[in-house]
């Protein structure tokens, strides 16, 4: 038998637990769901920012085996159509398309919605298969279904509407949506009207941990035993992360789809990411917690000298460099326009304002407040242009660098730290869907690090003998 996918599309805006029951009972009848939440729609707009519909999804759907939340559309801000996808899972198995019975409404006249609206609507109706869920209030005819369908008798009491008013009115919705959503929501006052917070305490009163450290440090493998009576691995609300900020690094790389806050402590030397050893090791997780809007991570397509494209996400930065002992020559645009026609340099970084005391400070640029909105494009060992170092871009600039000479001066590009070999061209941007929450104590104080650096002050002046 051919694997069956069901593909659940909508904008799970924000996504209650009738979503999950949905889920739930088509995994009953198929191998496998697909819930793809759609990207802009003129039908159905939206003022939630990708990024907290990207995690509230991931969150509402956690933990049921089979379900996988595509996040496509989100990232690249499309809307793929019902055809589209059709031909994306095609090659994998079966493709069912779920469908509520208010889509099918007058389909015996050939006047239902994806008749009327749907782009190649009366194709789509005769050909592609549809799993068809009941909807309160949108009775049917039994000739209304599409020819090739299985119902499928879900329980579909409850709408994002209906939640988003309640959120509005600040009514409450325990009982309408997941626990893990609901504390997301919360953090960040969403649909409430106002624009969501900079930052927010969090009273960590029952804390499920998921603890990541450096095995090779002793303090960090000594630290965590600490913290063993809160490890809940399965189910956690906080990733715990001891160690420097590569260990916080490989942790946000390995787990930030887990949308949970992160609390790091700081084992190793300067700990931008982490909190203070003294704030934390007294054997109790503490339950007061700043934390920050979601910091952004950066998404990188590289070019291969093939000509194929790959992609991928990074916290920190990506780079390219000289391969040979030749200097690069690189053509740099930015937003569709050639800024610097040609850098003639040992490589260029591109950072986020999260990333910005690392090697981007080391290459002489400024380093930014981790929640400062804007990202760094950084030059290193620059001849040309004379005198250009950095430049700082909006959360909404998309950068290419591209090779001039891909055969006498080759390029080595680098993603989360790796090689990812010989490569022609790299474009960056904000991810639209990919971002991290840093829990940090109430004493911490990130501005003062960043001071520290920008205000270093040297050894003692010893008095002459």
Request: hydrophobic fraction near 40%; glycine fraction near 8%; aromatic fraction near 8%.
């Amino acid at each position: 038998m051919a694997h069956r996918i069901a593909v659940y599309g909508g904008t799970f805006s924000p996504p209650g637990l009738h979503h999950r029951r949905i889920a739930q009972e088509l995994l009953r009848h198929f191998d496998q769901v697909m819930v793809v939440p759609c990207g802009p729609r003129p039908d159905k707009p939206c003022d939630v920012e990708p990024v907290y519909r990207a995690a509230m999804a991931d969150l509402a759907f956690r933990g049921l085996e089979g379900v996988k939340v595509e996040l496509f559309d989100l990232e690249q801000a499309t809307f793929t159509r019902t055809c589209e996808l059709d031909g994306r899972y095609c090659k994998k198995g079966e493709v069912w398309h779920v469908v509520g019975t208010d889509l099918i409404s007058d389909g015996r006249k050939g006047q239902s919605f994806i008749h009327r609206v749907w782009h190649r609507g009366p194709d789509l109706w005769r050909e592609l298969n549809f799993a068809v869920i009941r909807r309160p209030g949108h009775d049917y005819h039994p000739e209304d279904l599409p020819p090739r369908h299985r119902f499928v008798d879900a329980d579909h009491a409850g709408s994002s509407f209906t939640l988003r008013e309640k959120l509005f009115r600040g009514e409450r919705v325990d009982d309408l949506i997941s626990p893990a959503v609901a504390d997301y929501l919360g953090r960040h006052r969403l649909y409430q009207g106002g624009a969501p917070s900079r930052q927010t305490r969090l009273a960590m009163t029952d804390p499920r941990l998921l603890l990541f450290y450096d095995e090779r440090n002793e303090k960090a493998r000594g630290w965590a035993e600490q913290f063993r009576k809160y490890e809940r691995p399965d189910d956690p609300n906080c990733v715990l992360v001891i160690g420097g900020d590569g260990t916080m690094l490989r942790a946000i790389h390995r787990h930030w789809r887990l949308r949970v806050p992160f609390f790091g402590v700081n084992a190793g030397h300067l700990g931008f990411l982490l909190n203070n050893k003294e704030d934390v090791l007294d054997g109790k997780f503490p339950p007061a917690q700043i934390v920050s809007r979601p910091m952004p991570l950066l998404y990188v397509e590289m070019q291969k000298k093939d000509g194929t494209w790959m992609n991928g996400l990074t916290f920190n930065d990506v780079w390219v460099e000289r391969k040979t002992g030749q200097t690069a020559w690189l053509e740099v645009n930015i937003d569709g326009r050639v800024r610097l026609p040609k850098l003639v340099c040992d490589g260029v970084l591109m950072s986020t304002a999260a990333g910005s005391t690392a090697y981007a400070r080391s290459m002489g640029a400024q380093p930014l407040l981790a929640d400062t909105p804007a990202w760094l494009l950084v030059g290193s060992n620059v001849m040309l242009p004379t005198n250009w170092k950095s430049a700082l871009l909006s959360l909404d600039a998309r950068v290419e660098i591209r090779s001039l000479d891909t055969v006498k001066r080759p390029l080595e590009g680098y993603i989360y730290g790796e090689p990812a070999g010989e490569v022609i061209a790299v474009s960056a941007r904000i991810s639209r869907i990919a971002a991290v929450e840093l829990a940090f104590c109430p004493s911490h104080d990130i501005t003062e690090k960043i001071s520290q650096i920008q205000f270093p002050v040297g050894p003692p002046v010893l008095p002459d003998h």
